[in-house]
Each structure stands twice: as C-alpha cells, then as structure tokens.
C-alpha cells in the first residue's frame, strides 16, 4: 500500500494497513470492516483518545507517530489529523 507523503511533496511513501474487523457475538467470525492505510511502516502501536475519536499510531520502522479521525459509533477510521516523524523507533504511545 502507497499513500501521499506527509511532507509535502507530490511522492507517495509506503504505508502497512490498519484493518478493522467486526465480530459475530455468537459465533466469533470476524469480518472486515475497513482496511486503510497507517501513515507509514509497522505500525507497532495504537492508543485511542477520551472519547474514542481519534487514534494515535506508532510507526516502528519509520520513526512516526500519526493521529487519524474516528468514528466513535462505528470504529471507521477517517483522514489523518496530525502527524509528527520522532527520533528512534516508536514502540508505543499513549494519549495523556
């Protein structure tokens, strides 16, 4: 998966998916709701805000962290809303 590059520049940059899932309560099948890019590179983490509308990503391999918009509700993820390249390689984060 490929998606714009959070720099500015007309390029695309390589991007792991995020896939969201829903899940019979009965039988425990999953079915796959959304599949979208996560801003970058293994994405080794994930933390959601208070309300649930937003969701913060750690990048490992790209040294990012990235904000996409979400649906409380319905858990579909929406368009990136912040985004910030760190030093090192990012194995979690958390919303304060």
């Known amino acids: 998966v490929t998606q714009p590059s959070f720099h500015g ?3 695309t940059i ?3 998916a995020l896939i969201s899932f829903s899940i019979d309560a009965a039988t ?3 079915e796959t709701l959304q ?3 996560a801003g970058g590179l293994f994405p080794r983490h994930f933390s959601y805000n208070d309300d649930a509308s937003l969701v913060a990503v750690g990048l490992q391999s790209d040294g990012r ?3 996409i918009a979400r649906d409380a509700a ?3 993820l929406g368009d990136f809303v912040a ?3 760190v030093e090192g390689e990012v194995s979690n ?3 304060a």
């Open 14 to 16: 390589p991007s792991d």
């Open 9 to 11: 520049t007309n390029g």
């Open 83 to 85: 985004w910030a390249d």
């Open 65 to 67: 962290v990235v904000v």
């Open 93 to 95: 984060v958390i919303f």
């Open 35 to 37: 599949e979208v890019p």
């Open 28 to 30: 425990g099948a999953l």
């Open 74 to 76: 319905t858990g579909e």
